[in-house]
């Protein structure tokens, strides 16, 4: 797994890292004691999941447009599918709308394996003229 260059404060808190398979990028949070949110069964915070799926969509969003920072979010909705055990994170975006003004991602969270999602997120972002 590769660190993406230039990291934001969140991006590092997070442990954000990345790779790249045959479907794209693809992102990966390794948690730490900071991202547990439920101490009794070891599971990764809702806040956390919901962080890095909008951090995977901007990412996405970002490579996709070869611009940073310029696309603001409107909306994020989260669907919260499992608890996130206390294991690696990866999760995978695609666009669903790239039009002039407005663009749709979704994003889908898994562990062990891409067909039992822990989350998925539709983000929807504004982009600037």
């Known amino acids: 797994m590769e660190n993406m260059l230039?990291?934001?404060p969140i991006e590092n808190w997070i442990n954000l890292t990345t790779?790249?398979?045959d479907n794209g990028l693809v992102f990966h949070l390794k948690p730490s004691d900071r991202h547990i949110?439920?101490?009794l069964i070891?599971?990764?915070h809702g806040g956390v999941v919901a962080t890095f799926l909008e951090l995977a969509a901007t990412k996405t969003l970002n490579r996709l447009t070869e611009q940073h920072s310029v696309a603001k979010i409107i909306n994020t909705n989260v669907?919260?599918?499992r608890s996130a055990r206390f294991q690696?994170?990866?999760a995978s975006a695609s666009i669903i709308?790239?039009?002039r003004r407005s663009t749709v991602i979704e994003v889908l969270a898994w562990q062990d394996n891409i067909s039992k999602p822990?989350?998925?997120a539709t983000c929807t972002f504004h982009i600037p003229n």
């Open 79 to 81: 669907d919260f599918l």
């Open 19 to 21: 790779s790249e398979n």
């Open 97 to 99: 709308r790239l039009g």
């Open 6 to 8: 230039n990291l934001s």
């Open 42 to 44: 070891k599971a990764i």
């Open 37 to 39: 949110g439920n101490p």
């Open 88 to 90: 690696t994170l990866n």
């Open 118 to 120: 822990v989350a998925r």
